[in-house]
């Protein structure tokens, strides 16, 4: 068996799309074979996505309450 660490993105995403297909027609053993090969692209696309904080958050006025609303 193939090592899916080992595969490129682009034959691992081409591979999970054939067990699919074939799952999807009623093959016993793919819907697992596609799952494996699912898993190893979110792994894949979780490590290279970064996380972007923005320098500073958008400052909100402060909520007035409905009875200062009605005052005004």
């Known amino acids: 068996m193939t090592v899916l ?4 993105d682009d034959e691992l995403f ?8 074939e799952a999807m027609r009623g093959s016993l ?3 697992g ?15 290279t996505m970064s996380v972007r904080v923005p ?6 006025p402060p909520k007035r309450s409905l009875f200062q609303f ?3």
Not at 41 to 47: F, I, M, N, V
Not at 55 to 60: I, S, Y
Request: proline share 3%.
């Open 33 to 47: 074979h596609a799952h494996e090969h699912e898993v190893e692209l979110r792994r894949r696309s979780a490590r």
């Open 55 to 60: 320098a500073e958050a958008p400052q909100r």
């Open 5 to 8: 660490a080992d595969l490129s």
């Open 29 to 31: 053993h793919a819907r």
């Open 14 to 21: 081409s591979r999970a799309r054939r067990w699919r297909s």
């Open 70 to 72: 009605w005052r005004s």
